[in-house]
């Protein structure tokens, strides 16, 4: 019987344990909040708001107000603001307050970006809506926004930056705050908003939940991932925990057939050439490249393809990588360290320079100026023949060195449309960039661009460039697609991304952003060195 009665005190007491502990850990579990539509859609009319108030005002009545604090007290004070039309009214209405009225301005402006929303009347009032539009369109174009700072032309959010450092994951309204900063930023600053797959408003709406809902740092950071993904620009670079090896300067040495992994040139004790990988930490080659594909900021298909073949191996953060393989058609498992994985760094094939018989190879990426104003210098013959290989990102601007020896026709090769200081989300204060003759009397038998996936930005700015030297030409595949000046921007769970602020065309306006530079022939060669027997034969036949 005393045994029976101790069995049941310590069942009783393991009952009461197990009850507080799962009281504390349900009262500790963040739980989603199921956001309706209509909320979903106050808290865009809010975000809208804002962003027009900043961006679109001179501010000249409170010269000194921080956008970004005054949108954090309001929240913090109206919590629910998202619950019902009239607390939504009284944000902003608060908010409307603070920027100009616009008294003291004669006539309205007319103003070039769109403002559909303002006249939902269906969750603010007329009165609000109108007292909006007032103040937008008799302040639009106003100079003087102190929110508005412009280095060498383009946007620059270098100070604003600095206060949005935290590592930490961000509570509720912080989280607010830095979606409304991200979306309107986009929204008025990046000049290819039109090229993206995803509507930007729709993007909003979608993104809004998934962030808020994020009660990780790693799901908030991959939310975001997403998010910044859906510009479809190469220069979206982002760089928190998920993605802080994406960019070391290594390459695996594999390659990817069939959604298999094939050992190639291996350095790896534990992996022998010809081992097939099929799953890397209990997931298949094809969902890594999935999930890769959807937080990867990229311009093309192109661009993505070459580069996911670089980081599949670093889908995730751990150090440790399990791996399941077919060796010798007998299935094995095995693991292997991420940092001796990649420890196998990539050695350039071609120096600086090479010739080819009487043809001079030119490795642009290596090259120094000096260097190479004394190549071309040294060229005995009146008529030379040159490849300028554009597949690696260019150290420095060296077109100098290259018209100072050359025979160049002063010829506008790219027209770059910058955004007006004035008029936020207009970008056609255009400038047009020419080549200038330095009165050199070295004549071109032949000039053969090489690029790729590889050939970025600078890259595909130095082949507009060279593409109006006589007699060019440029072979090769599908360039990245991203050019034109970087726009960093912090987001506050570290957090630090950018896209390119300026917009980037030929000067008959065919576009460079996702479609790459102009190709003369194409050419899909798998190594480095059929790409130059490619160009040296195409010098020889034509």
């Not at 269906?122 to 809506?129: A, D, L, Q, Y």
């Not at 000049?191 to 998934?210: C, G, Q, T, V």
């Not at 661009?303 to 599949?312: A, D, F, N, P, S």
């Not at 670093?314 to 791996?323: G, P, R, S, V, Y």
């Amino acid at each position: 019987m005393q045994l029976f009665m101790n069995r049941i005190i310590i069942l009783l007491l393991t009952l009461i344990i197990f009850h507080f502990t799962s009281c504390e850990n349900n009262s500790n579990k963040k739980q989603n909040i199921n956001y309706s539509k209509i909320e979903i859609k106050r808290i865009v009319y809010l975000c809208k708001t804002w962003g027009a108030l900043k961006y679109l005002t001179s501010n000249t009545k409170y010269n000194n107000i921080d956008w970004n604090t005054e949108l954090y007290e309001q929240l913090s004070e109206n919590p629910n603001f998202y619950s019902n039309n009239q607390i939504l009214e009284k944000v902003l209405v608060n908010l409307i307050s603070k920027a100009d009225d616009g008294e003291n301005k004669v006539e309205e402006r007319a103003c070039n970006f769109n403002l559909y929303w303002v006249n939902d009347t269906s969750i603010v009032n007329k009165s609000t809506t109108t007292k909006l539009l007032k103040i937008i369109k008799t302040n639009h174009g106003v100079i003087n926004n102190p929110n508005l700072v412009y280095v060498n032309g383009v946007i620059d959010f270098t100070e604003e930056n600095k206060k949005f450092l935290d590592e930490e994951l961000p509570e509720i309204n912080s989280k607010m705050v830095n979606i409304f900063r991200y979306w309107n930023i986009i929204n008025y600053f990046f000049p290819y908003k039109n090229l993206m797959d995803r509507n930007w408003d729709e993007a909003l709406n979608e993104y809004i939940p998934k962030i808020l809902n994020s009660f990780s740092i790693s799901e908030y950071q991959y939310n975001y991932l997403e998010f910044i993904s859906l510009l479809r620009d190469g220069h979206g670079f982002s760089l928190c925990d998920y993605t802080k090896t994406w960019y070391d300067d290594f390459v695996p040495s594999f390659s990817l057939v069939n959604g298999k992994i094939i050992i190639e040139n291996n350095q790896i004790q534990t992996l022998i050439n010809g081992d097939s990988v099929i799953m890397i930490n209990g997931k298949t080659i094809d969902s890594i490249q999935f999930y890769l594909t959807k937080i990867f900021p990229s311009s093309n298909i192109s661009y993505t393809k070459k580069k996911l073949e670089k980081l599949i191996f670093d889908f995730d953060t751990t150090k440790i990588l399990e791996l399941e393989i077919i060796r010798n058609g007998s299935p094995k498992s095995i693991k292997i360290s991420k940092i001796e994985t990649f420890s196998n760094e990539k050695n350039s094939d071609y120096p600086p320079f090479k010739y080819y018989g009487n043809i001079l190879y030119l490795n642009y990426g290596i090259l120094n100026p000096v260097l190479l104003d004394s190549l071309l210098k040294s060229i005995s013959k009146n008529e030379p023949e040159i490849i300028i290989d554009l597949r690696v990102y260019p150290k420095e601007y060296m077109f100098n060195e290259i018209f100072a020896n050359l025979v160049v026709t002063s010829k506008p090769f790219v027209l770059l449309n910058l955004i007006n200081p004035n008029c936020p989300g207009n970008f056609t204060n255009s400038e047009i960039y020419k080549t200038e003759s330095l009165g050199a009397k070295l004549k071109l038998k032949k000039c053969i661009l090489l690029v790729d996936e590889n050939t970025m930005s600078h890259g595909e700015f130095s082949a507009m460039c060279f593409q109006t030297l006589p007699n060019t030409y440029t072979i090769g595949k599908q360039t990245a697609g991203a050019d034109g000046d970087i726009v960093g921007v912090n987001i506050s769970g570290g957090i630090s991304t950018s896209f390119s602020g300026i917009e980037i065309l030929y000067p008959d306006n065919t576009p460079t952003q996702r479609k790459g530079v102009k190709i003369d022939k194409y050419f899909d060669g798998n190594s480095d060195s059929t790409m130059i027997h490619a160009a040296i034969n195409f010098i020889k036949h034509h």
